[in-house]
């Protein structure tokens, strides 16, 4: 598929470019991309997990939040008349508004006010990643996405082991202005959050198929295919998504991932050996990223992680001793992160047309797989060994390896049954 897509009506401007000339300006496009979108994206993701680092009755209220509301509050941006308009609406509006809920949690004045902001505010974020998703999806082909959704994903990482040391630093505000530490904490995380939601005004493009973003001649051909796909209401994207057998499919990789993903020993080391394991991932996560794109493969780069966290669970049920114990949460975090980014990569270019489709499924498994939060960090008691959490742990990482072996063979049997029929099977295995 190439990069650039130019205008029905008029000849592509590159058809007498040599070969040369056009990857070079097809690479020096790319990278203006990447410039323009993936550090704010980045950033926005930073400061979303810098607020999701509290105490555990008020996370698993947002989560519900979140879950409940996921599927419903992004589906709408990708429908028109929102869809040329998604980042301005989905990064200055839902953004400010999650923003102003986090300050807002600075000002309750008993628990019950508390939970009301952060189920509010898991409303507010249940957005930004699936609709990120889709945005990223749209401006990058499939030999691009997995590591840009890498690097989207880091956001994950850098901002669970940021999220200590920040937490410290404004917690020794309390007393200032007659306000407690953790009062400040709320406020200015949600400061920040609403100042970089206007900054994403002037700096994030639309859609690429956005008529006055770009030239015609200079539009990414990408996966949106909005320029020449039959448009579809919000209900049928949904109706598309729940008849595809692909979605449950995806659907079950992963929520089995997501079971692993609060793992729990945050709260049982210091914080100088939890920022290590949260920036090894970052790392591990780009270069699985990297060569999944490379290869063209996902089923290798999803199950092979997994297999990893698997024996890193194991090592760590089997001794309480230091040294075997954190090599064990050195690879938790990377064989986790690595294993989702993919999953979430091969769900946006497997269930991808129409893009309304695309948004309604990225949209409803990242709420399925999100009420695992509601519910896993309650699994970790019995110190050191975590026994229950940790078996569940494997459990659901076993079945997410079993499904996508499953994935993987259902997807082979349609392309399989394409080649039959003279075309190019469509699905990257």
């Known amino acids: 598929m190439p990069l650039l897509q130019t205008s029905e009506s008029s000849p592509s401007p590159f058809d007498s470019w ?16 990447d410039i323009r979108l993936m550090p704010l994206l ?16 008020c996370v ?11 599927a419903l509050t992004s589906r709408p941006l990708q429908c028109r008349p929102f869809s040329h308009l998604l980042p301005r609406i989905l990064h200055l509006r839902l953004h400010g508004v999650w923003g102003f809920l986090s300050a807002c949690t600075s000002i309750t004045q008993n628990f019950t006010g508390l939970l009301l902001c952060r189920f509010l505010l898991g409303f507010a974020e249940s957005a930004f990643f699936p609709g990120a998703m889709f945005y990223i999806s749209s401006w990058y082909n499939k030999k691009e996405l997995a590591l840009r959704a890498a690097f989207l994903f880091s956001g994950s990482p850098i901002g669970s082991a940021l999220g200590g040391p920040v937490a410290v630093g ?7 202005c007659g306000m407690a530490g953790w009062r400040w904490l709320f406020l200015v995380e949600g400061l920040a959050t609403i100042a970089i939601a206007l900054l994403s005004i002037f700096i994030l493009p639309d859609l690429p198929s956005s008529p006055h973003l770009l030239r015609d001649s200079h539009r990414r051909s990408t996966r949106d295919g909005s320029g020449n796909a039959k448009r579809i209401n919000l209900l049928e994207a949904f109706w598309m998504v729940i008849v595809d057998e692909k979605t449950w499919m995806f659907g079950a990789i992963l929520t089995c991932i997501s079971v692993v993903q609060t793992l729990g020993y945050s709260r ?3 914080l100088l050996l939890t920022a290590p394991p949260y920036l090894l991932s970052c790392v591990v996560m780009m270069l699985n990223g990297f060569h999944s794109d490379k290869t063209q493969e996902r089923f290798k780069h ?7 966290l698997v024996l890193a669970h194991i090592l760590a049920l089997s001794t309480t001793a230091v040294v075997p114990r954190y090599l064990a949460m050195l690879a938790l975090p990377s064989s986790y992160s690595s294993s989702i980014i993919v999953s979430l990569t091969w769900i946006s270019e497997t269930l991808n047309q129409p893009p309304e489709k695309r948004a309604a499924a ?8 999100h009420t695992a939060n509601v519910w896993t960090p309650y699994l970790y008691t019995s110190p050191p060994r975590y026994l229950l959490a940790f078996s569940v742990n494997i459990a659901a990482a076993l079945l997410a390896i079993i499904s996508s072996a499953f994935t993987r063979q259902h997807l082979k049997i349609l392309n399989d049954e394409e080649e039959n029929e003279g075309r190019r099977g469509q699905y990257i295995l």
């Open 18 to 33: 040599p070969q040369a000339r056009l990857s070079t300006f097809e690479r020096t496009l790319v990278k203006q991309i």
């Open 302 to 308: 999803v199950s092979i992680p997994l297999v990893v």
């Open 362 to 369: 990225i949209a409803f498994l990242n709420a399925v797989a």
């Open 42 to 57: 980045c950033l926005f993701y930073i400061l979303n997990y810098l607020d999701r680092k509290q105490y555990d009755t």
């Open 60 to 70: 698993s209220i947002l989560f519900v939040g979140y879950s409940t509301f996921a």
């Open 170 to 176: 404004l917690l020794k505000l309390d007393g200032t």
């Open 268 to 270: 049982s080391i210091t």
